[in-house]
């Protein structure tokens, strides 16, 4: 159920030229989480967007069911499968990561 787990806004900086391959594999990240029971329900959400002085942005925001669930990722050949490719498809961008995992609570004002 929303609400419940860990939100986590994730950043990659993809390069120049790889976007279509970073896509299709963006496509099967949340699916392939979910199947595997490690997320909630809530729907992921994607971004795509440009930096100053350029590059290429995806976010992705999706709720973890758990800290234990986002570390058993880490064991899934399912997940990295996924993982270990968009690795090589993200570039550091002066004193920017390639990739930023934040976790965040929802906030109501």
């Known amino acids: ?10 950043t990659f900086r993809v390069k120049e030229g ?4 970073f896509e299709e594999l963006l496509q ?3 699916p392939t989480l979910s199947q595997l029971g490690l997320v909630t329900d809530r729907p ?3 971004y795509k967007g ?7 942005v995806y976010i992705e925001v999706f ?5 234990d669930a986002s570390r058993r990722a880490h064991e899934l050949p399912e997940v990295m ?3 270990e490719p968009m690795g090589g498809l993200v570039e550091m961008r002066g004193t920017k990561t390639p990739m ?10």
Request: hydrophobic share 45%; aromatic share 8%; with cysteine.
């Open 1 to 10: 159920m929303a609400g419940e787990g860990i939100v986590v806004v994730c």
């Open 18 to 21: 790889a976007d279509a391959q």
């Open 28 to 30: 099967r990240h949340w």
């Open 44 to 46: 992921t959400q994607l």
């Open 50 to 56: 440009g930096e100053k002085g350029g590059g290429l």
């Open 63 to 67: 709720e973890w069911l758990s800290e």
């Open 81 to 83: 499968a996924i993982w």
């Open 100 to 109: 930023d995992f934040i976790h965040v609570t929802d906030l109501s004002l």
